[in-house]
């Protein structure tokens, strides 16, 4: 239990009793209220099986009403509650620690519009992220967020983490994409913020204050997104490379020698890829190599394109950064590379647990905690890999051990976040702060604005019901 593996105390809520359930019961029909067990399990552990709740009930409204009446009524009884939308969330904001409600957005998955020339699509929380890619790319357009989770996560998550992905460098992040929201407070109001305007400077922009709040100052539930045009042609180069300084080299050389069609520019290190070919049996398209960079362009002109990306190729590989390589446009086979890096954050489950971290470094330092780590583990870790998106700063660390351990957890925290506060970094750079960080944020965050994030939940859910020992640390 996440509890008591991270010795947290039970704020005092209300307890669900009967009568509760049976009014959800009246609000909701009766399928949509789960109690059993069986049923409420998967919905208490989180995707790393890290965290695990001690949830009794399950809610999955259809409409903004129905989360408008149940959080009115969770307020004035002080039951906290534990939003949740495809569970994919690496940091145990999206279970309950204790008996939380948990209200799923699973059944809010309706398309509401798409507005093929401004690119605004206007949705309900609960899509799933591929869902609405695939949809949009019938009306050439693309969401304009990928990540290995797409095919669970929802758009509503998303927001409420701002995730990143693998194509931020090119199309910016959700404070940018994100027209406008819809959310509903803790006490039930609903606060329509749901404009699909591109500018709009009528006062405070709220919208803000739900990016990213991980379901800690209200629950999204709809969302407008600027949707940018289907690129027509997609090229993906994968390539091994000897040493991290020369994956800078590369990256500030592809920035200049392509340009605006560069739209991702990601690294991984040996034992990243290693991980997936043995784990997963997703085969690597060339040799052995220390390094990986896996380089994606979308651009309108085919020929004009591939054109600058072999030209790109050939450069490099004479200048000796690039020491082999492959680059293609077949669908098929774009995808067999994508599929080597997106299933790396799965892959060392299969070895064993997994400490996961999730650092912005300044580009210069980006690989520096990789080797440290590795001295500091021994063979007390299986693997210790780096990954990630290179265009943004960020990386993923990932230590596997063969079995969870307070000694290796000691280890790691919180030497690793004091040596990203040293290199001045992020502790958390897209996952989210959830409930393994709470303690850890004043790495990144100053004392002042910590208080001033605490006045604003206090402003917003008085009572402290939504998503409690998540975020904010205690004071
Ligand atoms: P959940 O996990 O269900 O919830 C996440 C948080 O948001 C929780 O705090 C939850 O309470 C809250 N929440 C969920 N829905 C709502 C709502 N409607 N209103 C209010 N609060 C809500 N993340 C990245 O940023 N970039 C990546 O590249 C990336 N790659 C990943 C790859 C894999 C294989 C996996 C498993 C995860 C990856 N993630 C990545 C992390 C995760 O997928 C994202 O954080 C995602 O945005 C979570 O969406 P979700 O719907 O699963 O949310």
């Not at 042609?233 to 020369?246: K, T, Y």
Request: proline residues 4%.
């Amino acid at each position: 239990l996440s509890s008591e593996k991270y010795n947290v105390k039970r704020k005092s809520f209300g307890i669900i009793e009967a009568s509760d359930v049976d009014y959800f019961k009246t609000v909701l029909s009766e399928d949509r209220v789960l109690t059993d067990d069986n049923d409420v399990l998967p919905f208490n552990i989180d995707w790393i099986k890290n965290c695990r709740g001690q949830s009794k009930l399950v809610l999955k409204p259809k409409t903004t009403q129905e989360v408008s009446t149940i959080l009115k009524y969770c307020n004035q009884k002080r039951l906290a509650v534990c939003p949740q939308g495809g569970n994919t969330g690496l940091v145990g904001g999206s279970v309950p620690v204790f008996d939380e409600i948990v209200l799923s957005f699973i059944l809010m998955n309706k398309i509401i519009s798409l507005d093929e020339i401004s690119g605004a699509l206007i949705c309900e929380a609960g899509c799933i992220l591929e869902n609405l890619d695939n949809y949009v790319r019938e009306h050439n357009l693309i969401m304009p967020l990928d990540l290995g989770a797409k095919g669970s996560c929802h758009i509503g998550g998303n927001i409420s983490t701002n995730a990143g992905g693998l194509r931020l460098l090119r199309y910016g992040n959700l404070h940018g994409s994100v027209l406008g929201v819809e959310a509903v407070k803790a006490d039930g109001t609903v606060i329509d913020c749901l404009k699909s305007l591109k500018k709009d400077n009528t006062g405070y922009h709220l919208k803000h204050l739900f990016i990213g709040s991980e379901g800690t100052l209200g629950l999204v539930t709809k969302v407008a997104i600027h949707c940018p045009a289907l690129p027509k042609a997609v090229s993906v180069g994968f390539f091994g490379v000897e040493n991290f300084e020369n994956i800078l080299r590369l990256y500030a050389s592809a920035k200049s020698s392509l340009g605006e069609i560069l739209s991702a520019f990601e690294m991984a290190d040996n034992d990243s890829i290693s991980s997936t070919v043995k784990n997963l049996k997703i085969p690597n398209p060339i040799s052995d190599y220390p390094f990986y960079v896996l380089l994606e362009t979308h651009g309108s002109d085919e020929t004009h394109d591939s054109e600058k990306l072999t030209r790109f190729l050939e450069k490099e590989m004479e200048s000796g950064l690039i020491i082999d390589g492959t680059v293609t446009s077949d669908p098929a086979k774009m995808q067999t590379i994508w599929n080597l890096r997106e299933n790396i954050a799965g892959a060392g489950l299969i070895e064993g647990y997994i400490f996961k971290y999730d650092v912005s470094l300044p580009l210069r330092s980006y690989y520096n905690l990789v080797p440290l780590l590795r001295q500091r583990l021994g063979t007390k870790a299986s693997r210790v890999y780096g990954y990630g998106h290179v265009g943004d700063g960020n990386i993923h660390i990932n230590v596997v051990v063969p079995k969870y351990s307070q000694e290796a957890s000691s280890l790691l925290e919180p030497y690793i976040f004091e040596e990203v506060s040293k290199l001045k970094g992020s502790i958390s750079a897209e996952h989210g702060v959830g409930f393994r960080k709470p303690h850890f944020i004043h790495y990144s965050k100053d004392a002042n604005a910590l208080q001033l994030m605490q006045q604003l939940k206090q402003l917003m859910d008085p009572n402290g019901i939504l998503n409690p020992y998540k975020v904010l640390p205690e004071i």
